[in-house]
């Protein structure tokens, strides 16, 4: 019983962690994006 138990949860860190890293990626995208367009609306604003 408890071996079952520990192979799902093992299935489930294995499904979890493409899903963490997707996050991880699509947030630092976001980030840059954001900065970037701050950026250039800084610019457009100030020049």
Known sequence: ???HKSQS???KK???SPKILY???TNR????LV???AGD??????S
Do not use: D, V
């Open 14 to 16: 294995k499904a979890l």
């Open 1 to 3: 019983m408890s071996q």
């Open 9 to 11: 949860i093992s299935i």
């Open 35 to 37: 900065t970037k367009t």
């Open 23 to 25: 996050l991880y990626l």
């Open 41 to 46: 609306m800084n610019h457009l604003l100030f």
């Open 29 to 32: 995208c976001f980030q840059t």
